[in-house]
């Protein structure tokens, strides 16, 4: 018993001295020096993976050059525009500092009632405009000239200017007046009894219909109307247009078969007519179906073709769109090194052309 109580005083003389509390903080010092086996940090992230990377990349700028294809599409656009601008008949040159003098000759011509020179001036102004890319200005001036035009009943001049204002709806993107413009013209060619620029109207009225979506009539205007045109007069380049146009449209509508059979076409008649901007765009928009079949070695072949082509003829935007194309077949066979070699050459040649577009 005597025992017992000296073990309990003794127990409370170390609590109360603070003893066990410092063999408590003593266990606790040697628990934290304790060594660890192993890092200090330990990053549980996943290992990057280059290919995804690169592969990421890849789509970025792939997606890049989608957006700026509205560029390359502006840029033909107003090739062909000025080739059509230079073809319409005008008083003079246009050019800025003869502006106020054109003003006063049709001044002078309206209060003489001379409506044919009234009508040329007007066309003067309107191939000003056009080919400075004031498009709503263009389209005024010759909507003005083809009123002239048709009080003093000149058709030849008529289906000219009808012609360009077709051509700058198309561009502005008005396809419904486009297409009243296309109409016109094949009337007034019809009654000037130019078979061949019937024909060729046609074709500009099936393209104006395709960006419409109107894919039944824009291949009855081809098969029935522009292609037995061209058949009657001999004229394989209008014929091979009409191919063009219909591997263009049954692409449109994923019609792939048809559309590699018109390209097929299309490549024959332009090798036996030794037109190389139409061989390039044949080889181009096979290699385009062909990709469209899941065939992306055998279209890379085509774009090889067609590159050398281009390099050798120089023709610069078909250039820019075959090295484009050929950076997105890369991508598709999972060849991201190569892809982004041809994309690194897309966008040199692009940023050149660029600086030089005329509009």
């Known amino acids: 018993m005597t025992k017992n109580l000296l073990t309990v005083a003794l127990a409370g003389m170390l609590i109360a001295n603070g003893l066990v509390k410092a063999a408590g903080q003593d266990s606790v010092r040697i ?9 200090i940090y330990f990053d549980a992230t996943p290992p990057v993976d280059s290919a995804l990377l690169r592969r990421q990349a890849i789509n970025r700028r792939l997606q890049k050059k989608t957006d700026e294809t509205a560029d390359l599409i502006k840029y033909q656009n107003v090739l062909i525009l000025h080739s059509l601008l ?21 001044e002078d011509y309206k209060l003489s009632g001379d409506e044919k020179s009234q009508a040329l001036i007007l066309n003067t102004y309107g191939v000003y405009y056009g080919k400075k890319g004031n498009i709503p200005q263009a389209i ?20 000219s200017i009808s012609s360009n204002l077709a051509a700058l709806y198309q561009i502005s993107g008005e396809y419904q007046k486009a297409l009243v413009q296309n109409q016109s013209v094949i009337q007034l060619y019809t009654a000037l009894r130019k078979p061949a620029l019937v024909a060729d109207a046609y074709l500009e009225l099936a393209e104006n219909q395709l960006l419409l979506n109107n894919y039944d009539q824009a291949e009855y205007n081809i098969i029935k109307k522009a292609l037995p045109g061209f058949t009657r007069l001999g004229n394989k380049a209008g ?5 063009q146009s219909l591997s263009v449209l049954y ?28 061989l390039i765009g044949s080889l181009i928009h096979i290699a385009e179906v062909k990709n469209a079949l899941e065939d992306h070695q055998d279209a890379l072949r085509d774009y090889k073709k067609a590159e050398t082509l281009a390099i050798q003829n120089q023709y610069p935007v078909k250039l820019i769109e075959i090295k484009g194309d050929m950076g997105e077949t890369y991508n598709k066979l999972g060849n991201y090194t190569a892809a982004g070699s041809a994309l690194d050459e897309y966008s040199r040649l692009r940023a050149n052309l660029m600086k030089g577009m005329p509009l």
């Open 251 to 278: 692409y449109s509508q994923k019609r792939y078969s048809e559309a590699k059979w018109f390209c097929i076409q299309t490549h024959t008649l332009a090798e036996k007519l030794n037109d190389k901007q139409a």
């Open 86 to 106: 230079n073809q319409t008949e005008i008083s003079q040159e246009p050019q800025e500092n003869m502006l106020t003098t054109l003003k006063f000759l049709l």
């Open 31 to 39: 628990a934290s020096n304790v060594k660890r086996v192993g890092p």
């Open 239 to 243: 014929r091979m247009k009409c191919f």
């Open 140 to 159: 005024y001036y010759f909507n003005e000239a083809l009123r002239l035009k048709e009080k003093i009943n000149d058709k030849q001049g008529m289906a």
